[in-house]
């Protein structure tokens, strides 16, 4: 099966502009993962989706980011207007419906973030 | 809150030996516990996982992990390190409660092999 899948690999944005990554779930996987690796420090959760819903969003850092997963397919996370401190790597991440802490979570590889 | 602490930021092992990442958790019940691995221009790929049961757990590519509720320790082991295993290891705890899996994650160990 193909893996979640990620777009764009690296994007180098100035500050101010806007950004918008995408994520593509393993298919069939309701749940859905946005993670976030800022330089130096640790893997922190984002938020959460189940389908189309937002089951968690406690770890989003402020209002600037806004997450969407249309139809419970692909999910996107937009950056506006991007500062300084949102440089670092974002990761998705998807896993099974139903056996929730049971299923690992699978990654992508991630979406490198510099904001200049 | 739970939280995760990996003391090594970085260790650096001869090929052939042996390898043991340390893993210290904090959390209120029994955890879901997980070790990731992201080698150069991947994803983070999981290794292992200790829900429940035999408290050493064996994983993929050689590795193995022991969890330790005396010492809330889930450190992971490879008896003899290959090149190929040069990454950032992560340990994780899962929340047992929550419907999906909201991680927390250790801040990485950088594993560097010598020929």
């Known amino acids: 099966e193909a893996g979640v899948t990620q777009f764009p690999s690296h994007s180098v944005i100035e500050k101010g502009q806007t950004v918008t990554l995408r994520c593509d779930p393993i298919?069939?996987?309701?749940?859905l993962y946005w993670y976030r690796r800022v330089m130096g420090k640790e893997i922190k959760f984002l938020l959460h989706?189940?389908?189309?819903?937002?089951?968690?969003e406690s770890g989003m850092p402020n209002n600037r980011f806004l997450a969407e997963r249309t139809g419970g397919t692909y999910s996107t996370l937009k950056v506006q207007p991007a500062e300084l401190e949102d440089s670092g790597v974002y990761f998705c991440?998807?896993?099974?419906?139903?056996?929730?802490?049971?299923?690992?979570?699978?990654f992508g590889n991630g979406t490198r973030l510099t904001v200049t | 809150a739970q939280s995760v602490t990996q003391p090594d930021i970085h260790i650096t092992v001869s090929e052939g030996a042996s390898l043991e990442l340390r893993c210290n958790y904090s959390?209120?019940?029994?955890?879901?516990l997980f070790w990731y691995v992201q080698s150069p221009g991947q994803g983070l790929q999981l290794l292992l996982k200790?829900?429940?049961?035999?408290?050493l757990v064996q994983g993929i590519k050689g590795f193995e992990a022991e969890f330790k509720r005396s010492q809330s320790s889930f450190n992971l082991r490879k008896p003899s390190v290959h090149w190929s295993d040069a990454a950032e290891y992560f340990c994780?705890?899962?929340?047992?409660?929550?419907?999906?899996?909201?991680?927390?994650f250790g801040g990485g160990t950088r594993l560097m092999v010598k020929p």
């Open positions: 991440a998807s896993s099974h419906a139903g056996t929730g802490t049971l299923s690992p979570l699978h």
């Open positions: 994780a705890v899962g929340a047992k409660n929550n419907a999906g899996n909201m991680l927390t």
């Open positions: 200790y829900f429940s049961g035999d408290t």
């Open positions: 989706f189940v389908k189309e819903s937002k089951q968690d």
């Open positions: 959390y209120g019940a029994t955890p879901y």
């Open positions: 298919s069939g996987h309701d749940n």
